[in-house]
């Protein structure tokens, strides 16, 4: 868990999809820790992470069930969390599936889930809260390395990937004289519950390792830092970029 402190994101309304699982939910602990409040969506219940949370940190998460490949109710639930936390400050889109798939597999059904899943969902909802945000605010979308990388295995996955580091850098432009930030970031390998369930092998996380500078795999706690410095006043004026944060698989400059 962080120790870093962010006082200006102390009673910010802050709205993550995916908010209750994996990265999310590391993410949802960590904007908690620094007093902020806290609205999430994700379509499976979550109420022992929600009494987790509350036992925690002596406040509730907002949580809403739903699926964010659904528009309408993810500007829905926005629109919830804006009513109920009296604004919105932070958009995080984090919520994603890296399901695995070959180029021959694909039909037109399945590409068309994955997008409305990994890229889509991430447009309408920095659509709908730009509606409510005031100058000061901030929308971090997470990317991804692998399509930096140019990994095969889930091309349509790191096909949306970079295009969310695209929208970002337009949307960056178009809200800036709005005040409001566009950033994006792109986590390394985290080892998720997911990831060591599915697709974590020793042969591949070693292979992984020594791609590293930092010899150490990442976990979800370890976004929860780079994501608040994105969300705070810290990275006032730091807007349309990608931040990658990999332990050094990927270099930019």
Not at 114 to 132: D, G, I, S, T
Not at 138 to 151: K, L, P, T, V
Not at 187 to 195: A, F, I, R, Y
Request: with cysteine.
């Amino acid at each position: 868990m962080t120790g870093t402190i962010f006082p200006d994101l102390k009673g910010k309304s802050v709205y993550i999809t995916g908010g209750a699982s994996g990265i999310g939910a590391a993410l949802t602990d960590g904007f908690m820790a620094q007093g902020a409040k806290v609205a999430i969506i994700g379509r499976s219940a979550a109420d022992d992470f929600v009494a987790e949370m509350e036992a925690k940190h002596g406040a509730t998460p907002l949580f809403m069930q739903g699926d964010i490949a659904d528009v309408p109710r993810l500007r829905e639930s926005i629109q919830q969390a804006v009513g109920e936390h009296g604004g919105l400050d932070v958009l995080v889109n984090n919520a994603a599936n890296d399901k695995r798939h070959s180029l021959d597999e694909v039909d037109e059904e399945f590409f068309d889930w994955m997008q409305a899943v990994n890229l889509k969902a991430y447009f309408f909802a920095c659509q709908e809260a730009a509606r409510h945000m005031q100058a000061g605010g901030a929308m971090i979308n997470f990317s991804s390395i692998s399509y930096m990388m140019g990994n095969a295995g889930y091309p349509i996955y790191t096909t949306a990937n970079a295009g969310i580091t695209g929208m970002t850098r337009s949307l960056a432009r178009e809200l800036g004289p709005k005040g409001i930030r566009v950033n994006a970031l792109a986590p390394g390998w985290v080892l998720t519950q997911k990831q060591l369930d599915m697709w974590a092998s020793p042969e591949d996380l070693d292979d992984h390792m020594n791609k590293m500078c930092l010899k150490e795999h990442l976990k979800p706690e370890d976004m929860i830092d780079p994501t608040l410095y994105l969300a705070s006043n810290a990275s006032r004026m730091m807007t349309g970029q990608t931040m990658a944060v990999d332990g050094g698989v990927v270099v930019s400059g």
